[in-house]
C-alpha cells in the first residue's frame, strides 16, 4: 500500500541556515509526489510537486526538492531560512484515482526558526 | 488562481446533532473532491472520495452512515457529519480536482474546525 513517512517530527534551525526535511515514499508505480506547507490557521498551501522529468523541482518561495527514485526519497531544501517558513510541512504522495489522484499525506515535520 | 470555499470556518454544536459542511470550487468545476480530517499536530488524513453524481468512496475504517457526502453539482460537496460525539471534533479540510486536457491540480480548501460539546 502506499505510504509516506517523514522521519522527522520537529526540527529547529538558525534563520539564514540552510534546511532539508526528509520524506520517503513507498508506491508501486511512478509517483506524483508533492509538498505542502501549513502555517498555524492557515490552509494547505503546495510548495511544489513533481509528476515527471528533472528530477530537481523548483518551487516557491526559494524551497525545491530531489527526487530519487532509487532511495524512495523526495526531499526539500532550502539554502537559507527565513523566520516567516516556521510552520508545518507535509510531503505528500498522489494515487491515481479514476481521472483524478487522492493524496496521502506523511505524518507532517514541524519547522521552528531560532532568531 | 483557483479557489475552494468552505463553510462554515468553524462551528460548535451540541452532542447528538448533525452538522453540515459545505465545500465549494468558486471558478472550475470539479468532478472529484476529497475530504480530509486533521487532529491537532496530526497529519490529514484522507475520509472519503466524492465523486459527482455517484456514490462517495470512503476510506477503510471511515463510517460511511457517519459521514454522509453529497455531491450535487460539479462546484459542491457536502460533508454531513450525523449524531455528532465530541470524538467527532476535528478539523475538516476539503480538496477539489480542477483537470484541464491531461493537467491535473488539486485545490485545498481552508478547512472547518468542528467542536462537539
Known amino acids: 500500500a502506499q505510504s509516506v513517512t517523514q522521519p522527522d517530527i520537529h526540527i529547529t534551525v538558525s534563520e539564514g541556515a540552510s534546511l532539508e526535511l526528509r520524506c520517503n515514499y513507498s508506491?508501486?508505480?511512478?509517483?506524483?509526489l508533492f509538498w505542502y506547507v501549513q502555517s498555524p490557521g492557515q490552509g494547505l498551501q503546495l510548495l511544489l510537486k513533481y509528476f515527471s522529468g528533472d528530477t530537481l523541482v523548483q518551487g516557491i518561495k526559494g524551497f525545491e526538492a530531489e527526487f530519487k527514485r532509487s532511495q524512495s526519497s523526495f526531499n526539500l531544501r532550502k539554502p537559507s531560512v527565513h523566520w516567516s517558513d516556521a510552520a508545518e510541512y507535509f510531503c505528500?504522495?498522489?494515487?491515481?484515482?479514476?481521472?483524478?489522484?487522492?493524496?496521502?499525506f506523511g505524518s507532517g515535520t514541524r519547522l521552528s526558526i531560532r532568531p | 488562481g483557483a479557489v475552494v470555499s468552505q463553510h462554515p470556518s468553524r462551528v460548535i454544536c451540541k452532542s447528538g446533532t448533525s452538522v453540515k459542511i459545505e465545500c465549494r470550487s468558486l471558478d472550475f468545476q470539479a468532478t472529484t473532491m476529497f475530504w480530509y480530517r486533521q487532529f491537532p499536530k496530526q497529519s490529514l488524513m484522507l475520509m472519503a472520495t466524492?465523486?459527482?453524481?455517484?456514490?462517495?468512496?470512503?476510506e477503510q475504517g471511515v463510517e460511511k452512515d457517519k459521514f454522509l457526502i453529497n455531491h450535487a453539482s460539479l462546484t459542491l460537496s457536502t460533508l454531513t457529519v450525523t449524531s455528532a460525539h465530541p470524538e467527532d471534533s476535528s478539523f475538516y479540510i476539503c480538496?477539489?480536482?480542477?483537470?484541464?486536457?491531461?493537467?491535473?491540480?488539486?485545490?485545498f480548501g481552508p478547512g472547518t474546525r468542528l467542536l462537539v460539546l
Open positions: 480538496s477539489a480536482i480542477r483537470l484541464a486536457g491531461q493537467q491535473e491540480t488539486q485545490y
Open positions: 466524492s465523486n459527482e453524481g455517484s456514490k462517495a468512496t470512503y
Open positions: 508506491y508501486g508505480a511512478t509517483p506524483y
Open positions: 505528500a504522495v498522489g494515487v491515481r484515482y479514476s481521472s483524478a489522484s487522492k493524496i496521502i
